[in-house]
């Protein structure tokens, strides 16, 4: 059975891998945001960093960070400047747009600088076997895969991962809740 863990389990997870969602990296890395969920994993990683737990991400969580960061941006454009008939990809080639990508990568040098990068690649065999239509997306599901297949804690939000074969530790009692191991 996959465990639960809320924000303040790090002492009982010390010898433990972590893999970091995109969600997670986004409220450390990008948020200007001081709600619950920024400044409950803001503590977290102080205390792995701290503590020199190993974290990892891979190539998707890249992915994702950089995309999400890119729509938030124009999106915050358009609701700014009223700019509803700029496409997406018409700003992101713009002066603008070029400059919020290389802020975005400027944010993943940051990132690999204490977050290790987990190039595991997924054979015809793994792929084959995400192949089922269900609620978690397929992203979501090449992550939890990775996470069961190395023994990764997934740090998350997403409640997409309430039902993860996944240990997964997580500030949203949602995921955890009364099922907290």
Same mark, same amino acid.
């Given at each position: 059975?996959?465990m639960? +863990?809320? *924000?303040?389990?790090? #002492?009982?997870?010390?010898?433990?891998?972590?893999?970091?969602?995109? $969600? =997670?990296l !986004?409220?450390?890395?990008?948020?200007?945001?001081?709600?619950?969920?920024?400044?409950?994993?803001?503590?977290?990683?102080?205390?792995?960093?701290?503590?020199?737990?190993?974290?990892?991400?891979?190539?998707?969580?890249?992915s994702?960070?950089?995309?999400?960061?890119l729509?938030?941006?124009?999106?915050?454009?358009?609701?700014?400047?009223?700019?509803?008939?700029?496409?997406?990809?018409? +700003?992101? *080639?713009?002066?603008? #747009?070029?400059?919020?990508?290389?802020?975005?990568?400027?944010?993943? $040098? =940051?990132? !690999?600088?204490?977050?290790?990068?987990?190039?595991?690649?997924?054979?015809?065999?793994d792929?084959?076997?995400?192949?089922?239509?269900?609620?978690?997306?397929?992203?979501?599901?090449?992550?939890?895969?990775?996470?069961?297949?190395?023994?990764?804690?997934?740090?998350?939000?997403?409640i997409?991962?309430?039902?993860?074969?996944?240990?997964?530790?997580?500030?949203?009692?949602?995921?955890?809740?009364?099922?907290?191991?």
């Amino acid at each position: 059975m996959a465990m639960r +863990y809320d *924000n303040h389990s790090l #002492g009982e997870l010390y010898e433990k891998n972590f893999f970091f969602d995109t $969600n =997670v990296l !986004l409220d450390l890395f990008y948020t200007q945001k001081n709600d619950w969920s920024a400044m409950a994993y803001s503590k977290l990683y102080k205390g792995m960093v701290a503590r020199k737990m190993n974290m990892y991400i891979d190539n998707t969580v890249l992915s994702e960070f950089i995309n999400r960061i890119l729509r938030i941006e124009y999106k915050l454009m358009q609701s700014m400047t009223g700019s509803v008939d700029v496409s997406f990809k018409t +700003y992101r *080639n713009t002066d603008e #747009g070029q400059e919020k990508v290389r802020e975005a990568y400027d944010l993943v $040098n =940051v990132i !690999l600088k204490s977050i290790h990068l987990d190039g595991e690649v997924l054979n015809s065999d793994d792929i084959e076997s995400l192949l089922v239509v269900d609620e978690i997306d397929y992203n979501d599901k090449t992550i939890e895969h990775l996470c069961i297949k190395k023994g990764y804690v997934l740090v998350t939000n997403d409640i997409d991962f309430m039902h993860s074969e996944a240990d997964i530790l997580s500030a949203n009692r949602n995921l955890y809740g009364e099922a907290k191991q």
